[in-house]
Nanobody, 122 residues
């Protein structure tokens, strides 16, 4: 089965930047829309961004629009989430997920990674 592995999380000060990576194991990501989601303690999981299989379509949650950029390099079988101007409320576990469906944050995703912790604090 398709396995996804996130990396790049860590501790960063408010206003700082991080780049998260989502790498596929077992299958190529070429066929999949990839989404990024996050979940903070005691809160519901929320969609952050998604990118279509070709990279031609992207969507962002209003809360991160202008601060986060999603991209993919199918040759490297990897999807990236560049996060700038980070805020304490961005603190969460970030997950990547894959689906054959369109790039829509509300869509059900089929495969999920284990998550990577992002902490924004001074």
């Amino acid at each position: 089965q398709l396995q996804l592995v996130e990396s790049g999380g860590g501790l960063v000060q408010p206003g700082g930047s991080l780049r998260l990576s989502c790498a596929a194991s077992g299958f190529t990501l070429d066929y999949y829309t990839i989404g990024w989601f996050r979940q903070a303690p005691g809160k519901e999981r929320e969609g952050v961004s998604c990118i279509s299989s070709s990279g031609g379509v992207t969507n962002y949650a209003d809360s991160v629009k202008g601060r986060i950029t999603i991209s993919r390099d199918n040759a490297k079988n990897t999807v990236y989430l560049q996060m700038n101007s980070l805020k304490p409320e961005d603190t969460a576990i970030y997950y990547c997920a894959a689906t054959f469906d369109y790039c829509v944050l509300g869509t059900e995703y089929d495969y999920w990674g284990q998550g990577t912790q992002v902490t924004v604090s001074s």
